[in-house]
């Protein structure tokens, strides 16, 4: 094949570095586009040198301002790959519209090369999303249970799994732009999961700092019996979430919606008994409210994975 090198050079480019399907599909259709507008460019070049090397060099100009312009918006790699096409094109021989053509559908060979081995079999970056998060929900239970379990007598150092926890939902940032050109969700649903998976983190250290902040107090919460019972519930709808989230089925709803509403009600009934007394704990009140905020945000959490899930 003529110029057969640039088939395999657009196959590297377009399925790497990250070869999820929402990604290269994206790129591929863009590198189509900016590989058919670069080469009538370049084509057009080269006839225009055949006339006036001056005439040629400003055409390329006009080109080179309408990338700059391009890449201001939303494709920017289309706009690159225009300017990358145009150079490859004009590279050839003056007058030589056979090597330019060749050239032009070689790329377009190579991005259509790229669907194809990742359509295959596709890594969906939607799947990865929902993996990691489901770890995540299930690493944040398991921190939550191990600080107030009634079986330790001082405080756990886990302070190095809460920055782990929050580390990783930081990470997965990254698949929230091709999971939502997969599942066609929209981003800002992606977001908002992670803003609340990073906030539930953030509320976990606050409360923990209350539950273990003095021994008088850390006494009377621990031999709370209705304290308990909504650390369990709570353990039990995280764990809920982290199955729903793997298995990619929001079948749990109910059992989550039941679980949240106990423990809304539970935590409503001991911030009313806390409040009526006459010396408040501070330590007490701070744990109940932020116990509180824990289920508003898991409730939040619950919808937003069913809307996602539910697609």
């Known amino acids: 094949m003529p110029e057969g090198t640039w088939p395999l ?3 590297a480019v377009v399925m790497g570095p990250i070869s999820y399907w929402g990604n290269v599909l994206t790129r591929a259709m863009q590198r189509i586009g900016g590989t058919v507008f670069g080469a009538i460019s370049g084509l057009i070049a080269l006839y225009l040198e055949s006339y006036s090397l001056t005439l040629m060099l400003a055409w390329c100009g006009v080109v080179m301002l309408l990338c700059g312009y391009l890449t201001l918006g939303k494709r920017p790699y289309m706009a690159l790959l225009i300017g990358i096409t145009l150079a490859v094109v ?9 090597t330019a053509l060749w050239r032009s559908g070689d790329v377009i060979f190579g991005s259509l090369l790229a669907l194809v081995f990742t359509s295959v079999y596709p890594q969906r970056a939607f799947t990865h999303w ?3 998060m489901s770890d995540n929900l299930r690493a944040i239970s398991q921190i939550y249970a191990a600080y107030l379990s009634p079986n330790v007598i001082e405080r756990p150092r886990l302070e190095l799994k809460l920055k782990a926890a929050l580390s990783q939902s930081v990470k997965m940032r990254t698949f929230i732009a091709p999971a939502s050109k997969e599942s066609h969700i929209n981003k800002d649903v992606f977001e908002a999961i992670q803003t609340l998976n990073r906030n539930l983190i953030c509320t976990l250290e606050l409360l923990v700092d209350a539950y273990w902040s003095s021994r008088e107090s850390h006494f009377i919460m621990l031999n709370a019996k209705g304290l308990r019972s909504t650390q369990l519930m709570t353990i039990r709808t995280l764990n809920t979430l982290s199955d729903s ?6 079948a749990r709803e109910r059992e989550v919606a039941g679980e949240l509403n106990e423990i809304s009600t539970e935590l409503k009934s001991l911030m009313l008994a806390v409040t009526q007394e006459q010396q408040i704990e ?6 109940v409210w932020l116990s509180m905020e824990l289920t508003k945000q898991l409730e939040e959490l619950d919808d937003l994975i069913n809307m996602t899930l539910s697609r």
Do not use: E, V, W
């Open 282 to 287: 501070t330590p007490i009140y701070g744990y």
């Open 90 to 98: 004009c590279g050839s021989a003056p007058g030589d519209m056979t």
């Open 130 to 132: 929902r993996m990691q």
């Open 9 to 11: 050079i657009t196959l």
């Open 245 to 250: 989230l793997r298995d990619g089925s929001p």
